[in-house]
């Protein structure tokens, strides 16, 4: 059985920061670990990337500001989500990509004052 679970969401103030965490189960073979986003009303976003070397890749609106580390013995991904913006405010999802990609359920991730 397969288990993807993402978790650090909540309710952060303009400039805070927020850590996501993601842990996984049943994948044996990972070729690239994947944080996405979905705000309401629009179209799902790849935030970063990050292969099992180390190697990664950013958004342009968040390069700078987020920054993507995984743990290199159990291929799981964080995300550490710094100077939020309210346009940050989305639902949260971490994928990996083995023989298939595999899904979280997501954590919402609110940017408000």
């Known amino acids: 059985q397969v288990h993807v679970a993402e978790s650090g969401g909540g309710l952060v103030q303009p400039g805070g920061s927020l850590r996501l965490s993601c842990v996984h189960s049943?994948?044996?073979?990972?070729?690239?670990m994947n944080w996405y986003r979905q705000a309401p009303g629009k179209e799902r976003e790849l935030v970063a990337t990050i292969t099992p070397a180390g190697g990664t890749n950013y958004a342009n609106s968040v390069k700078g500001r987020f920054t993507i580390s995984r743990d290199s013995a159990n291929m799981t991904p964080a995300l550490q989500m710094n100077n939020l913006k309210p346009e940050d405010t989305a639902v949260y999802y971490c994928?990996?990509?083995?023989?298939?990609?595999?899904w979280g359920q997501g954590t919402q991730v609110t940017v408000s004052s």
């Open positions: 049943g994948i044996n073979v990972v070729y690239a």
């Open positions: 994928s990996i990509r083995g023989k298939f990609e595999y």
